[in-house]
């Protein structure tokens, strides 16, 4: 007679570890999908890369016919949480809502010409070869304020 | 199990994320465990536990860091452990596949990362992170004008209105050396603790698992100072750990985790006169 482990035996010893597998596949897939971060999400890509979230910039102008004005979002103490999220996963929905943060509080040019918002993410990348640190593009949104 | 509850009880007092619906039940979850111990035996306290870990960090999720997954799944482990027949047995089972499928996963990334393998991304941690500076200094001879100089370039490039795209840092050929190094041994180090924890039964490799994890403790967290995980870690070795040495080695490095925070590079270059007068003792940061 052979010895079967039980359904509620195989549970015990395996559902938390296959729960663990399910999130790390699932940050994998989202580091793809939706940039995420390799150092968050549960996927244990800790120390594996430079394209950490505190290390992402983001950058963000009011762009018009004649000029492109930087605008610093973290100034604002309310925004900290969505720029939190767009630095750990910078997907099109935040970005366009940090915009619309953005060009709410600030004084958009209301006199002729066009009006646009371009909001971006960028990680680093290190070339050990010659020193150089880059900001490479991850991703941005670029739309009319109005 | 009364050990490894303790020590569970102690990590969530320690290391759980500031929000404060996750704060103040787990602290009083805690406090409640640790005062009267016949509470940690039951099953449904470490659910309760759980289920404030798990809202918290889902609602989080793409805010906190891999060694608080690690935690919830190490206190529902222990809920799960409760509920059956072998306790201490289904308990060193989970945290043995969960030491083994976080290192998995870990080494997975090193792989798949373009910047790990060829040593840049640890050339530039050695270079920019305070937490490496002293390791840097000591080993990779970068001096502090280095880590200076890197300093302002990152600020430069990370400056909301510039309009840079690149910089140029400094460095030094001990800390690249050092780095191509640290990337090899961290490779290594962990795919072998992946392997002989996610080893099935007790010979092969599994036999040099507790030695394996407590070299990966012993040599990781002095540099990278990183005290949750190393806590998380040291716990859950103690959970699946068979022999009496093993435990007592994994409780001696929970224990003496802290000391890791003392920052041993500055305190040897006050030590030789190195750091200019008025330098001020920093404690690493830890995550």
Not at chain 1, 72 to 92: C, F, G
Not at chain 1, 110 to 133: C, N, P, W, Y
Not at chain 2, 8 to 31: E, K, N, Q
Request: glycine share 6%.
């Amino acid at each position: 007679m052979t010895h079967r482990p039980s359904i509620r035996k195989l549970l015990e010893s395996f559902s938390i570890p296959l729960l663990l597998v399910l999130v790390a596949a699932r940050q994998i897939a989202l580091s793809h999908s939706e940039s995420l971060s390799p150092w968050r999400g549960g996927g244990f890509g800790m120390f594996s890369s430079l394209d950490r979230a505190e290390t992402r910039l983001l950058r963000c102008d009011l762009v018009t016919d004649s000029s492109r004005i930087p605008v610093d979002p973290s100034r604002n103490e309310r925004l900290s949480r969505l720029i939190s999220d767009i630095q750990s996963a910078p997907t099109s929905d935040r970005l366009s809502a940090l915009g619309d943060e953005v060009v709410r509080e600030v004084s958009v040019p209301k006199a002729g010409g066009t009006s646009r918002i371009h909001v971006e993410v960028r990680k680093l990348r290190f070339r050990s070869g010659d020193q150089r640190l880059f900001a490479e593009l991850l991703a941005y949104v670029d739309r009319p304020t109005r | 199990m009364d050990l490894v509850t303790a020590m569970t009880l102690l990590l969530l007092l320690l290391a759980v994320d500031d929000f404060w619906y996750l704060r103040i039940p787990v602290t009083s979850l805690a406090l409640a465990g640790l005062i009267y111990r016949p509470l940690t035996r039951q099953a449904s306290f470490w659910f309760l536990t759980a289920a404030v870990l798990v809202i918290a960090h889902v609602r989080n999720w793409q805010l906190i860091y891999n060694h608080k997954y690690l935690m919830t799944y190490f206190v529902l482990a222990i809920g799960v452990s409760l509920l059956s027949a072998e306790p201490d047995r289904t308990l060193a089972t989970n945290c043995r596949l969960l030491i083994g499928l976080c290192f998995l996963f870990a080494v997975f990334w090193k792989f798949y990362s373009p910047d790990f393998l060829d040593g840049s991304f640890l050339d530039f941690t050695l270079l920019t992170d305070g937490r490496f500076e002293a390791v840097s200094r000591f080993v990779g001879g970068a001096g502090s004008e280095i880590f200076a100089w890197n300093k302002n370039a990152v600020a430069e490039l990370a400056r909301f209105d510039s309009r840079e795209t690149s910089v140029l840092l400094h460095g030094s050929a001990g800390a690249l050396a050092l780095a191509r190094f640290l990337t090899v041994w961290t490779v290594v180090m962990e795919s072998a603790v992946a392997t002989a924890f996610l080893w099935p039964g007790s010979g092969g490799v599994a036999r040099f698992r507790d030695a394996l994890l407590g070299l990966f403790l012993l040599t990781t967290y002095p540099i990278a100072s990183v005290l949750t995980f190393g806590w998380v870690l040291a716990a859950m070795g103690f959970a699946q750990a068979t022999s009496h040495s093993a435990r007592l080695f994994y409780a001696a490095v929970f224990v003496l985790l802290p000391l890791y925070d003392i920052p041993f590079g500055r305190v040897l270059e006050q030590a030789f006169h190195r750091l200019p007068g008025g330098a001020i003792l920093c404690v690493g940061t830890r995550q």
